[in-house]
């Protein structure tokens, strides 16, 4: 009895006075906080890492290499090569002479080896997770839930497509001379269907492994040969991948990983013997391929082009809208992978009526997401990318409060000024690191609500009717996504409609599924990866 | 005052929607949490500080409820390997005819108003009996030692929606607690005047939607502080000053204009007696009335789950809910130091769940998961 008489929680009648005392740490502490909980399994990471080339780890002679580091703190992870024109030669040609064989296989035998792939990115899904939080800063909540379930997800789904394509492409092939037989000309991998060819792609780091799988699975499942080249920041999964390809005994020259950093990235964009390309990143760098790519090869063919550039989504939230869950779509809208997210809803349209409630359960909401060490298992914002990244994101944050916009970085107490955003308060000094934060009082006009800043910030912007949420939504020169919260069927379809952009959310936002097509329009670029739409770059009909 | 006439006047401000799929989805995060070593253990105890440890059979004797009492006020005893300075449970919580076995047996322990006697009352779990039978329902329980009463709402009415009456209904309860309370015996013996605490079971099962659940929240946090308004200060005030000499013999001093005199009130999930009982996503929903409500006013208000928590490991996942979603607010721990985390505010309704948190605790403790044999019954 009495063992338990000062340390119950409840309080004593008798004695109201010792009520808020009788809580020790015995029974219930006022604040609970979490322990660390980090994810302790090692990975095997190798202190340097070769090219892919023709099936086999080689490193060229007299490379040049370069440190691939964990951005959330700074340490060196392992080295990679700097991939120069001449080893992309030997990437693509390798692919070229892989090209016929792998057409050629019956269709099932190419699903078998992609559904093997998509089965060993499951067994080493702990691992593949692992690697891209030390080596991408996101939280491992993420890899572990998101990315690495969608990348087995990709080829799971594609693999499935391999020997059906014929039905997707069902009454289309009539009329297309390329799919006709000629000399030269790729074995057919469904009626009047042919692949593409060697397909150069080049791949951004905010989803490192993902964007691989988005890239490479639809090629393989459409017969066609790969030259991929990981972002610099974050080469690791990729090279980790091509270890499964060899595991899996894929064909050697089927797919092909070089890594390095823009000079790489030019060398297979301007490769003549490159069918088609795909790119993921900048929009800055995405008119530059389309320019480079808009000449004919020196064998008068065209090359193939698809873009998934950046973007300055609109998130819409009506008056009407569930506002509890409406303010769980901003947050996974924008604070999801630190906001470094092509189609991030980073323009947030509230409804003048709701925009004080909205304001303030964001601002309650985001003081209870934690930041921090992306390993720990309950971090829920991870640091960012790179150094680079990071300074673009702080110069945003400076220049939004100077063009008048009132920055609000919740959980940080002290004055927000440009000078002093409060953007690393309570953070390792070393990595790069930003607070989860938005931006109220925003003007269509002010840059941050024009510019795509790819980090945690969020721009607030209000609405009176419909139809001006739809014209200033519309008010963008990208168009990849959009996002629109509202209880009434009919208002969202309206609305929906008149947004112009590649994907709409509806009360919900950034859901992906290998079934759905993904792809932009304006700025944001054009093709769509994911579902039969995305097959579509893969074959010639 | 008759349901329908003055309270057809009443202005129901419409509540939110919520939208079940992102509810679900948010609900399911805080499962994904990691909760380990320190503040593991932290945790089970605080959830067993919170326990309304209850047994609502027909076939429940007075020997069950000495037991029930016995191990409310020490969970732990007769158990090897578990730490010392366990919390006793917040409450016990009986039929109306078992109470004063609970509170004959909570004074031979000494721990009389430490564990709370609650009683379901008004008709449980169906509600569907005449107001005035359920009203002395609630009167004999608070009579017999209750210090919280759990009422279950009129379903009927609500699905009807007859919500006025609904509201007039949790009203006079209220009103029923609060001027039972000022006549009810102290536990101390010394004087009359005891805050009784209500809790409104809204028995979300039935309910069905979430748009329900969270209406039903509203409703009945408006209906209780209205009725309080009505009462207090005069009477209640009044009546205690003329008592006992005192206002301040409650569980909580007062706070400014918000608190006053009684314990903090509740909006409970379930009877138990319906499938489903409580799930996350309903006391999400339940927690947002509560926050909004605590924003909309600065007035606390605590929330019960009851029904289907039978694991150490849901508990936890609760108190994350728990923490996320109210652990963030300013100025709540002026007003209560703790917040929600604390057994005034937050409490599970289980009969199961006390027995895992002790073996979890145990294993934590000495490395040893205990057999259920090892651990004592209720």
């Keep these: ?541 | 005052m008759q349901s329908g006439t003055k309270a057809a006047g009443r202005d129901f401000a419409p509540s939110p929607k919520v939208d079940a799929v992102m509810a679900a989805e948010r609900a399911a995060s805080f499962t994904k949490r990691s909760i380990k070593s320190k503040s593991k253990l932290a945790g089970l105890k605080l959830a067993l500080s919170m326990l309304d440890l209850t047994t609502l059979e027909g076939k429940d004797s007075p020997e069950k409820v000495r037991a029930l009492c016995a191990k409310a006020v020490n969970p732990g005893a007769g158990q090897a390997d578990l730490p010392d300075g366990l919390p006793s449970v917040a409450a016990v919580c009986v039929y109306p005819n078992l109470v004063k076995h609970c509170r004959d047996s909570l004074a031979s322990m000494g721990a009389l108003g430490r564990v709370k006697i609650a009683s379901v009352a008004t008709g449980f779990p169906s509600g569907q009996y005449p107001l005035d039978v359920r009203l002395d329902d609630t009167r004999r329980a608070i009579h017999d030692g209750a210090d919280e009463i759990d009422m279950v709402i009129n379903r009927g009415a609500f699905l009807a929606g007859r919500y006025d009456e609904v509201a007039e209904e949790i009203r006079a309860v209220k009103r029923t607690c609060l001027q039972e309370g000022v006549k009810a015996a102290r536990h101390d013996g010394e004087g009359k005047g005891r805050a009784i605490s209500l809790k409104v079971i809204l028995e979300t099962g039935e309910l069905e939607t979430l748009d329900n659940v969270r209406f039903a929240s509203d409703l009945a946090i408006r209906a209780m502080d209205e009725a309080t308004r009505e009462l207090e200060p005069d009477t209640i005030y009044s009546a205690l000053h003329a008592t006992n000499g005192t206002a301040r013999n409650g569980t909580h001093e007062p706070h400014g204009t918000h608190r006053s005199y009684s314990s903090f009130d509740f909006i409970k999930t379930s009877t138990g007696k319906v499938t489903p009982a409580a799930t996350m996503p309903v006391t999400l929903v339940m927690l947002e009335a509560v926050r909004d409500w605590y924003l909309e006013t600065g007035k606390l208000v605590g929330v019960k789950p009851a029904g289907g928590i039978r694991t150490a490991k849901q508990s936890l996942h609760y108190l994350v809910m728990v923490k996320e979603t109210l652990g963030a607010l300013q100025g709540v721990n002026e007003l209560h130091a703790g917040g929600w985390l604390t057994p005034e505010l937050w409490r599970f309704g289980a009969s199961a769940l006390a027995n895992d948190i002790l073996r979890q605790i145990s294993w934590l403790h000495s490395g040893k998961y205990r057999a259920n044999y090892d651990v004592t019954e209720a």
């Design chain 1, 1 to 541: 009895m009495s063992k338990n008489g000062e340390t119950n929680g409840v309080a004593v009648q008798q004695s109201p006075s010792t009520s808020r005392i009788s809580r020790d740490s015995n029974s219930a502490p006022a604040g609970w906080e979490y322990s660390p909980a980090p994810e302790t399994t090692k990975v095997a990471l190798k202190s340097s890492y070769g090219l892919f080339i023709d099936g086999k780890f080689a490193e060229p002679k007299g490379a040049k290499r370069f440190e691939t580091i964990n951005p959330s703190t700074e340490a060196t992870l392992s080295e990679v090569v700097q991939a120069t024109p001449a080893d992309v030669n030997r990437a693509v040609a390798a692919a070229r002479a892989a090209l016929p064989k792998w057409a050629g296989l019956p269709a099932a035998e190419r699903a078998k080896f992609i559904f093997r792939i998509a089965r060993r990115i499951q067994e080493r899904g702990r691992e593949l997770a692992i690697i891209e939080t030390l080596d991408s800063g996101k939280p491992i909540k993420e890899s572990r839930d998101v990315d690495i379930p969608l990348v087995a997800a990709h080829f799971f789904y594609n693999a499935g497509w391999a020997d059906k394509l014929g039905y997707v492409f069902q009454g289309q092939t009539s009329q297309s001379p390329k799919a006709k037989s000629g000399k030269g000309s790729l074995p057919e991998i469904a009626s009047g269907v042919r692949p593409v060819g060697v397909c150069g792609q080049v791949i951004p780091w905010n989803f490192p492994l993902l964007m691989a799988a988005w890239k490479i699975a639809p090629a393989l499942a459409c017969g066609n040969t790969v030259v991929l080249k990981p972002a610099e920041t974050t080469p690791l999964t990729a090279l980790v991948l091509a270890e499964i390809f060899e595991e899996c005994g894929l064909p050697p020259g089927v797919v092909n990983i070089v890594t390095g950093d823009g000079v790489t990235g030019r060398a297979i964009v301007e490769h003549p013997d490159v069918d088609k390309i795909a790119f993921t990143g900048s929009t800055e760098v995405g008119k530059i391929i389309a320019k480079s790519v808009a000449k004919p090869r020196p064998d008068g063919k065209f090359k193939r082009l698809t873009l998934e550039l950046g973007g300055k989504s609109p998130h819409i939230i009506l008056e009407d809208a569930a506002i509890d869950q409406a303010v769980e779509g901003i947050i996974n809208g924008i604070y999801f992978n630190q906001g470094e997210v092509c189609c991030a809803g980073s323009r947030l349209f509230v409804q003048e009526s709701i925009l004080d409630t909205v304001v303030k359960k964001l601002e309650i909401r985001l003081a209870s997401l934690r930041t921090g060490d992306p390993m720990d298992k309950n971090t829920d914002v991870g640091a960012v990318n790179s150094k680079e990244q990071l300074s673009r994101i702080e110069h945003y944050l400076k220049l939004g409060q100077t063009e008048g916009a009132e920055l609000r970085m919740p959980g940080y107490s002290g004055e927000v000024s440009p000078s002093n955003t409060g953007s690393k308060h309570g953070l390792p000094s070393k990595g790069f690191w930003c607070r989860p934060c938005f931006f109220t009082g925003v003007q269509p006009s002010h840059t941050i609500a024009r510019e795509e800043i790819f980090g945690p910030v969020l721009s607030v912007l209000s609405f009176r009717t419909p139809e001006e949420a739809v014209s200033r939504a519309n008010n963008t020169p990208y168009g990849l996504a959009a996002g629109i919260w509202t209880e009434k069927g009919s208002k969202m379809l309206s609305i929906a409609k008149q947004i112009k952009s590649g994907v709409v959310w509806c009360n919900t936002y950034n859901k992906f599924d290998p079934a759905s097509p993904f792809g932009g329009f304006k700025e944001s670029g054009f093709g769509r990866e994911g579902g039969v739409q995305g097959l579509k770059a893969y074959v010639e009909v």
